[in-house]
């Protein structure tokens, strides 16, 4: 059971414009919440992440919104540029847990 | 301060042999998960190890299983080996237990394991 879910496999964009990857969660015990970015034949890299008891992060271009009520994240890009180009993947743990659950990915390009 | 590491990088095998794979973490992190990869499938939880105890595991069949030694360092063994498992092999570390505290994991580069 896919507890964090990506529901775009894939996200196209063009450089200078704002990217926007969703994410959503079911389990309601979750409160911290994490952005991951991965390039192809490397693991993934931490991007920001978000506790619960905020509703937005902001570090540079990226932005991480919260909606605990709607079970849902975001994380924002602006402007995107080409070496954007990634994977990106959510994650969520709560804590009483000793483990993150991720979601599927989403393959963001940046189109020069 | 060096990076996760993770040996080999890449691996071939055939159905029915078993394989093991190493992780060493950050210098100073206690705590190692391991996790799989596959297309459509994101990455999946196998198991986290610290201070040399299994401390959770997911739902995975018992022909995974993992170690974690006295350094930290870490190994995952499949037996028994099945076409299904070919993936990404990701090990990440952190301080102490991952999913604490608003504790951030640190990924090695993965093993990429082939099964014929």
């Known amino acids: 059971d896919q507890q964090v879910k990506q529901n775009s496999p894939s996200l196209s964009v063009q450089e200078g414009r704002i990217s926007i990857l969703n994410c959503d969660y079911t389990?309601?015990?979750?409160?911290?919440f994490l952005w991951y970015k991965k390039y192809p034949a490397e693991g993934p890299t931490f991007l920001i992440s978000i506790s619960s008891i905020k509703d937005k992060n902001e570090d540079g271009r990226f932005t991480v919104f919260l909606n605990k009520s709607a079970k849902h994240l975001s994380l924002h890009i602006v402007p995107s540029q080409p070496g954007d180009s990634a994977v990106y993947f959510c994650a969520a743990s709560a804590i009483s847990g000793n483990q993150f659950y991720f979601g599927t990915g989403t393959s963001l390009t940046v189109i020069p | 301060k060096a990076g996760v590491t993770q040996t080999p990088r890449y691996l071939i095998k055939t159905r029915g042999q078993q394989v093991t794979l190493s992780c060493s973490p950050i210098?100073?992190?206690?705590?190692v998960s391991w996790y799989q990869q596959t297309p459509g499938q994101g990455l999946q939880f196998l198991f986290e190890?610290?201070?040399?105890?299994?401390?959770n595991k997911g739902n995975f069949p018992g022909r995974f299983s993992g170690r974690q030694f006295s350094n930290s360092r870490s190994e995952m063994n499949v037996s028994t080996l099945e076409l299904g498992d070919s993936a990404l092999y990701l090990c990440?570390?952190?301080?102490?237990?991952?999913?604490?505290?608003?504790?951030?994991?640190?990924f090695g580069p993965g093993t990429r394991l082939l099964v014929l």
């Open positions: 389990n309601s015990m979750f409160d911290y």
């Open positions: 210098s100073g992190h206690r705590s």
């Open positions: 190890y610290f201070s040399e105890t299994q401390r």
């Open positions: 990440a570390s952190s301080p102490r237990t991952s999913g604490r505290d608003g504790e951030t994991q640190y």
